[in-house]
């Protein structure tokens, strides 16, 4: 039974999609069999794996179906499966709000999958809208990267909100997985307050991994590469290898259990 991970924060330009992609080949690597679910309508896991992004409407049929099969495509990453956005989905947004149970669609959409997978990652789109709703209703459990500087902060309280909300209603048992500190630059001293801050706040929901600020994260993107793939012995690839492992360590679950992390 897979376990599903959503990567969602409102706030953009924070590591999410780089954080959803490289996590995803993490574990691949770990010989996890993963699907990664670009859910943004940007489309940028999709492209940063290199695929094709296909702009017809009827890519993302299965949100408005109940019976409709969902179309994933072998990456060239052995393992790792995607089920890939467009802009298209932008149109669905507005259909999917008028339908019953609009919050429950991805949820149905996978649970064919949750047998074949080890792992389900969810890629958001940096906002609070239907398509974070449903991805919170399907998952397990909420991983936040969360960049080095106030205002970034400023949008963590809402965030975590929202989590709370959707545990108290349609999803009882979706848990905060995990804060990821990213675009860390130990020399910056506004990075190193707001990383204790957080960690003084959050304790141990914090994760033991910083990502560090590094230029090669930007250049793998541009070539449509992982960082595993393009600078694999890169200070970012090997936080991303740290990231993976506490990641596998703190999975293990009893199915409907929820999923937590080990504390420390």
Do not use: W
């Amino acid at each position: 039974m897979a376990i599903t991970i959503a990567v969602a924060n409102q706030k953009g330009g924070v590591g999410k999609t780089t954080t959803a992609i490289t996590l995803a080949h993490g574990l691949a690597l770990a010989d996890k069999n993963v699907l990664l679910v670009d859910f943004d309508p940007q489309a940028n896991a999709t492209s940063g794996l290199g695929e094709r992004i296909i702009g017809h409407p009827a890519q993302n049929h299965y949100l408005l179906q109940a019976d409709s099969p969902v179309r994933c495509v072998e990456t060239r990453i052995r393992r790792l499966t995607l089920l890939p956005s467009a802009p298209s989905l932008h149109a669905t947004a507005t259909i999917l709000a008028t339908v019953p149970d609009r919050d429950f669609r991805l949820k149905r959409a996978l649970a064919a999958h949750r047998e074949a997978f080890d792992y389900i990652l969810l890629d958001c789109p940096p906002s609070l809208g239907i398509f974070t709703s449903n991805a919170l209703v399907a998952a397990d459990g909420v991983l936040v990267p969360l960049q080095c500087e106030y205002f970034a902060m400023e949008g963590l309280a809402q965030m975590l909100a929202i989590i709370r909300s959707v545990n108290r209603g349609p999803n009882p048992l979706l848990e905060m997985y995990g804060i990821l500190l990213t675009m860390f630059d130990a020399n910056v001293d506004i990075n190193r307050d707001v990383a204790e801050e957080v960690r003084g706040h959050f304790g141990r929901d914090v994760f033991e991994t910083v990502i560090v600020r590094d230029e090669a994260l930007c250049e793998a993107s541009s070539h449509a590469k992982t960082i595993f793939e393009y600078a694999p012995r890169c200070r970012a690839a090997f936080a991303y290898a740290s990231l993976t492992r506490e990641v596998r360590s703190g999975t293990g679950k009893e199915v409907g259990a929820g999923i937590r992390r080990p504390r420390q």
